[in-house]
């Protein structure tokens, strides 16, 4: 295993290229070599050959020519003289020279091993070519010893230019080839011996390489465990050590920016500490993972983390999933302390706000939720509620008795009939309209305090939107006003509070015809939800709501337009009021509008079929 690992680092790989770099040079240089060695051994060996062939030619035509010398200058030469010539000046290491007079019988040989050869003829292909007056006829051949051997054979010519006889010579190559052989043994020496010194260098080389390399690589694992130790050695100017040089930085950077996040932290820390509201923090599981000391007052637990979000909170999973999920949503909580001594514990109320945390390329990846407590809050309002309502109760009769006085005003009452007359108008207008608020304020006080009971019955739905759409007939074509009315075929019956429903609707219509123009048109639609609710809307193409008063439109005594509100009468309870009764049903009330281009308000029932209990 540790070869493998040694066989993977840089410093192994740049040790095999220097060493394949030198032995691929050195065999390119080694067969050039030997082959220009061998080229020059043979050709020397063959020109030598080829001399003493022309020497012995001469020598053999005196032998050869009939009536004495060959030149007239040299005395006879007997067959005898020459087979001595042959074997004492002639004398060649493992060759075998022979003379052949013109018809290629052998007239001597210098091996004494093949006299019998003596008489017979030589009939290869040299000799031939020789017998015909070519010169320096070569060839190699391989014996049955598989000995290499050159082959030389060069005619004998009179001096008359008659090819009268021929020289046949066959030399062994054997000491040629063991020159080779020994110069090739000392060229793959010299080859080891530079791999060897080659594979040195290269260590020594590559340790000046990655040595450094190493060193950045320990001080890398270091720095992960979060340990800031010594900076890196810089040993040059050349990439490594401004590789080392940059690391440093890096290095002296990080640990800055450690520094900065660490003091940031414990910034938070302190905020989080010191905040009044508590504050928790879960992950994508609703795990929680930090919390502050306010967060674990207000829960009146000793720990937050590692606790379940939803169980912390008192929601059930589903609703803590859809809050996490939701941009700022809040909701309330109620929370008590256990008994003591049999005496009931203290209890409060929290409001929760989630705000997700997203993360651009992961999505949502935890929740923050924010704990306000709003026990004194919520005993303020419900001190206000309790006041309206007495406030309510006690201008009721004064109220009557202004009306009374007004309608007695009106029937002649005064002497200055035409200004007791706009007087007594003004009166009744007021007091119609404080009536109302009284009779709307003390609606909503009782559904707040849940004393108004619901008296739920089986209607049928169509029925119902047309005779809502009936009782505003003469108002709507008054202005002009087109109504329809839309239900789906698989709407059919509910069971609800009649009469709560119709003022809903009542309000839902007085309010989109009071804010239609003339030749509008007002839509009531019931459909089915895929969640089983019945949606009841009302839709109109009137003046609109601006968006940013959308998200307080359902806030009592609220008018988006206050001026215009009271000159058409209203309260600025209505859409309270109405919301209140969805609510008390089990259902929900939403708006949507457009400035200039119309509102729908639909608000969602428990629905139920005919011959189906209600839920």
């Given at each position: 295993m540790n070869g493998r690992k040694f066989f993977r680092t840089i410093q192994a790989k740049l040790i095999i290229i220097y060493v394949l770099l030198i032995l691929i040079a050195m065999q390119l240089i080694g067969i050039y070599f030997i082959s220009t060695v061998k080229n020059s051994l043979t050709e020397s060996f063959t020109t030598n050959l080829k001399e003493q062939a022309n020497a012995l030619s001469n020598l053999s035509a005196s032998v050869l020519t009939a009536g004495g010398a060959a030149d007239g200058s040299v005395g006879e030469t007997t067959p005898e003289d020459l087979t001595l010539y042959v074997r004492n000046l002639f004398n060649i290491n493992e060759a075998e020279i022979q003379v052949l007079d013109g018809?290629?019988?052998?007239?001597?040989?210098?091996?004494?091993?093949?006299?019998?050869?003596?008489?017979?003829?030589?009939?290869?292909?040299?000799?031939?070519?020789?017998?015909?007056?070519?010169?320096?006829?070569?060839?190699?051949?391989?014996?049955?010893?598989?000995?290499?051997k050159k082959v030389i054979a060069q005619?004998?010519?009179?001096?008359?230019?008659?090819?009268?006889?021929?020289?046949?010579?066959?030399a062994s190559m054997n000491e040629?080839?063991?020159?080779?052989?020994?110069?090739?043994?000392?060229?793959?020496?010299?080859?080891?011996?530079?791999?060897?010194?080659t594979a040195v260098l290269g260590i020594l080389l590559a340790h000046t390489i990655t040595g450094p390399i190493k060193g950045l690589t320990r001080q890398a694992s270091t720095l992960a465990e979060g340990r800031f130790g010594d900076p890196v050695p810089v040993y040059g100017d050349d990439e490594i050590g401004r590789l080392s040089e940059a690391f440093n930085d890096m290095t002296l950077r990080l640990q800055e920016a450690l520094s900065v996040n660490e003091e940031e932290k414990e910034k938070l820390a302190s905020i989080l500490s010191n905040m009044s509201d508590g504050v928790i923090a879960a992950d994508e599981r609703g795990i929680v993972i930090i919390s502050n000391r306010r967060a674990l007052e207000l829960l009146g637990v000793p720990v937050c983390e590692g606790c379940s979000l939803s169980e912390l909170l008192g929601l059930t999973p589903e609703k803590e999933a859809e809050l996490r999920q939701s941009a700022e949503h809040s909701t309330v909580v109620f929370k008590e302390s256990p008994e003591e001594d049999g005496e009931p514990g203290d209890s409060w109320?929290?409001?929760?706000?989630?705000?997700?945390?997203?993360?651009?390329?992961?999505?949502?990846?935890?929740?923050?939720?924010?704990?306000?407590?709003?026990?004194?809050?919520?005993?303020?309002?419900?001190?206000?509620?309790?006041?309206?309502?007495?406030?309510?109760?006690?201008?009721?009769?004064?109220?009557?008795?202004?009306?009374?006085?007004?309608?007695?005003?009106?029937?002649?009452?005064?002497?200055?009939?035409?200004?007791?007359?706009?007087?007594?108008?003004?009166?009744?207008?007021?007091?119609?309209?404080?009536?109302?608020?009284?009779?709307?304020?003390?609606?909503?006080?009782?559904l707040d305090s849940s004393q108004s009971k619901l008296r739920r019955q089986e209607i049928k739905v169509r029925d119902m939107l047309e005779e809502v759409a009936d009782r505003f007939s003469v108002q709507m074509r008054h202005k002009a006003i087109r109504a329809t009315v839309r239900i789906e075929e698989d709407v059919t019956t509910a069971v609800l509070d009649r009469d709560q429903i119709d003022q809903v609707l009542d309000n839902l219509m007085s309010n989109a015809i009071k804010y239609?123009?003339?030749?509008?048109?007002?839509?009531?639609?019931?459909r089915r939800q895929e969640n089983g609710y019945l949606a009841i809307s009302v839709k109109d193409n009137g003046i609109g709501i601006p968006?940013?008063?959308?998200?307080?439109?359902?806030?009592?005594?609220?008018r988006v337009d206050k001026a215009r509100s009271r000159e058409m009468g209203g309260t600025g309870l209505g859409l309270s009021i109405a919301r209140e009764m969805v609510k008390a049903h089990g259902g929900s009330m939403t708006l949507e509008s457009e400035l200039h281009a119309g509102t729908t308000v639909t608000f969602a029932l428990p629905y139920v079929q005919e011959g189906s209990e209600p839920a």
């Open positions: 018809s290629g019988r052998v007239l001597t040989t210098s091996q004494e091993a093949h006299q019998d050869y003596v008489g017979k003829k030589n009939t290869s292909l040299a000799v031939s070519r020789a017998l015909q007056g070519i010169r320096d006829n070569e060839e190699d051949i391989l014996d049955e010893d598989n000995v290499r005619p004998v010519v009179a001096s008359g230019g008659k090819v009268i006889g021929a020289v046949y010579i066959v040629l080839y063991d020159t080779v052989d020994r110069v090739n043994r000392i060229f793959v020496t010299g080859t080891l011996f530079a791999l060897g010194l109320m929290l409001r929760i706000t989630f705000s997700p945390i997203h993360r651009r390329d992961r999505g949502i990846t935890g929740t923050i939720a924010v704990l306000q407590d709003v026990t004194e809050q919520e005993k303020l309002d419900q001190s206000r509620r309790e006041f309206v309502a007495n406030v309510s109760h006690e201008l009721r009769t004064p109220l009557t008795t202004i009306r009374s006085y007004a309608e007695a005003l009106d029937d002649g009452a005064l002497g200055e009939r035409q200004l007791a007359e706009r007087f007594v108008g003004v009166i009744r207008n007021e007091t119609e309209r404080m009536i109302r608020l009284v009779s709307d304020l003390l609606h909503l006080s009782r239609t123009p003339d030749g509008g048109r007002v839509e009531l639609a019931a968006k940013k008063d959308l998200s307080r439109i359902f806030e009592r005594f609220y």
